[in-house]
């Protein structure tokens, strides 16, 4: 199983993943912590759960964050051809959707600044 990116072979730590997100337009990187774990492993399924520091700022308004998750050794993870995965750090990158709906988004800045005043 993959823990903090890393698998144990034969008591060896190797970095197997890294994933990132870069900032949209207008967007403050800073402000887009988070951490990641993996939730369930199979032969040809990889479930990863992401908690965000600000989820209500990831892809707000239209402006796009992109996850880019980097695998670092190929030769632990296989194609729909059944084969390993022969280039060395392959990056597969998408556009995040929104964390929050807009209802959700608007209950999250009303406690905002609800609590500012306490």
Do not use: C, Y
Not at 97 to 103: E, H, K, N, T
Request: charged share 20%; glycine share 6%.
């Amino acid at each position: 199983m993959i823990t903090n990116g890393t698998v144990d072979l034969e008591h060896r730590v190797v970095p197997v993943l890294d994933i990132e997100i870069v900032a949209g337009e207008d967007s403050e990187q800073e402000k887009l912590g988070f951490t990641w774990r993996v939730v369930a492993q199979t032969a040809t399924t990889l479930t990863l759960e992401f908690v965000f520091d600000n989820a209500i700022l990831i892809s707000a308004n239209g402006k796009k964050e992109t996850i880019i998750i980097t695998i670092k050794d190929p030769l632990l993870f296989f194609g729909s051809n059944g084969l390993p995965i022969k280039k060395k750090h392959l990056q597969i990158g998408r556009e995040m959707p929104a964390q929050l709906s807009q209802s959700a988004k608007f209950v999250q800045k009303v406690l905002n600044k609800t609590m500012q005043g306490v």
